[in-house]
């Protein structure tokens, strides 16, 4: 039953998902520096028109980690009645900053007016977004999307131990974001039912 996951969905998911479980028991965050957004851009070329030759600086760095830090907030809120994530529970944002932030970064793309006149009908004006080269608006406008789409209703926080990913629910028993993550609940839950029979 694996649903396709949409380019927006794709993109709003793997930015989340550049805080994750570091394997020791702790969160390891793949943006700590420039060079990591650098090598998180090129491996989504579909961000930018010329990804495989962007070079991230400390400013960028610092607006992408504001709108993670905002769509994790809004990812939380996405999964309610669910917990979040666990690497987020005690340092959300309020969900009005968050939305602040997620909006403020979108309205970084200019637009332009564009007429569309079809036979038969009145003219009609609508916003066009120019091409973006603007890293986080155009990673706002892809969270934007997936949070606006019926893919939101999918998003789910894993809660196997030690892990603090999000993920798109494929199947209506799927509790894990991965098989490794479903055994390791699994080995928990066992070794705590036999703690408590001893």
């Known amino acids: 039953m694996r649903e396709p996951i949409s380019r927006d969905a794709r993109l709003a998911l793997d930015l989340a998902l550049t805080v994750r479980?570091?394997?020791?028991?702790?969160?390891a965050d793949d943006l700590t520096e420039p060079a990591g957004l650098t090598a998180w851009v090129r491996a989504h070329?579909?961000?930018l028109p010329d990804a495989?030759?962007?070079t991230a600086d400390a400013a960028q760095l610092a607006a992408v980690r504001d709108l993670r830090a905002a769509v994790r907030a809004l990812f939380a809120r996405a999964v309610r009645p669910g917990e979040p994530?666990?690497?987020d529970a005690t340092r959300l944002l309020p969900v009005p900053e968050a939305v602040r932030r997620l909006n403020e970064a979108a309205a970084r793309t200019p637009t332009v007016p564009v007429l569309d006149w079809p036979e038969g009908a009145g003219p009609d004006v609508r916003p066009q977004p120019v091409r973006c080269d603007d890293l986080t608006a155009a990673l706002a406008h892809a969270v934007i999307a997936f949070l606006a789409s019926p893919d939101r209703d999918r998003l789910r926080a894993c809660h196997a131990p030690r892990c603090v990913r999000y993920f798109l629910k494929d199947h209506p028993r799927q509790e894990?974001?991965?098989p490794s993550c479903g055994n390791r609940a699994r080995v928990a839950r066992h070794h705590q039912r036999h703690r408590t029979t001893t």
């Open 21 to 27: 479980h570091d394997g020791n028991g702790g969160v």
């Open 45 to 47: 070329p579909e961000v």
């Open 52 to 54: 495989g030759c962007f």
């Open 85 to 87: 994530s666990p690497a």
């Open 176 to 178: 894990w974001c991965k």
